[in-house]
T-cell receptor
Framework: QKEVEQNSGPLSVPEGAIASLNCTYS??????FFWYRQYSGKSPELIMF????GDKEDGRFTAQLNKASQYVSLLIRDSQPSDSATYLC?????????FGSGTKLNVKP | NAGVTQTPKFQVLKTGQSMTLQCAQD?????MYWYRQDPGMGLRLIYY???????DKGEVPNGYNVSRLNKREFSLRLESAAPSQTSVYFC??????????FGPGTRLTVT
């Protein structure tokens, strides 16, 4: 079983809609959780991190964490074509980071 | 600030050759990491260094060695390259083993 699981997609949403990206993790001891965006041929860039149960909002992005269900999600409101990328979920477990294989998001104009 | 820099950007090796990938950061971060990314596999941690003078194995360390030369630099060495090591290699740094900042990557092909 992989440490971090994501649906590979592609997830297609129309411009202006809400995109919902999901991630599950296997180790209950994981301490912190991250979302990265990666454009094709580029390096990952951090979007958000979350440590505690609940929601964390930053602009159009909201990260949600449910430790009991071992579930992390990222909501992107008012999706734009420039949001089209692969979104990577990552968890930190005592300095070791585990990444999911990513969900490809397509935002259609 | 250049952030995280990696050299070289591209490299082609023959099976059995050795090489060192260089990484440097100018953000005064304590932790540094080496990852490989293969199609459909996400990023996998090879080695990391929580602080200057320490290194630890990650998820896929076999066939690699690392050196944390000082706080700024963290190198990854392939002693005898194999085709299975064809990948994109990313270096990252982090202030306190939390959010990571990635370099531009090195595309390595082993024939």
């Amino acid at each position: 079983q992989k440490e971090v699981e994501q649906n590979s997609g592609p997830l297609s949403v129309p411009e202006g809609a809400i995109a919902s990206l999901n991630c599950t993790y296997s180790d209950r001891g994981s301490q912190s959780f991250f979302w990265y965006r990666q454009y094709s041929g580029k390096s990952p860039e951090l979007i958000m991190f979350i440590y505690s149960n609940g929601d964390k909002e930053d602009g159009r992005f909201t990260a949600q964490l449910n430790k009991a269900s071992q579930y992390v999600s990222l909501l992107i409101r008012d999706s734009q074509p420039s949001d089209s990328a692969t979104y990577l979920c990552a968890v930190n477990n005592f300095n070791k980071f585990y990444f999911g294989s990513g969900t490809k998001l397509n935002v259609k104009p | 600030n250049a952030g995280v820099t990696q050299t070289p950007k591209f490299q082609v090796l023959k099976t059995g050759q050795s090489m060192t990938l260089q990484c440097a950061q100018d953000m005064n971060h304590n932790s540094m990491y080496w990852y490989r990314q293969d199609p459909g596999m996400g990023l996998r941690l090879i080695y990391y260094s929580a602080s200057e003078g320490t290194t630890d194995k990650g998820e896929v360390p076999n066939g690699y060695n690392v050196s944390r030369l000082n706080k700024r630099e963290f190198s990854l060495r392939l002693e005898s390259a194999a085709p299975s090591q064809t990948s994109v290699y990313f270096c990252a740094s982090s202030p306190l083993a939390d959010e990571q900042y990635f370099g531009p990557g090195t595309r390595l092909t082993v024939t």
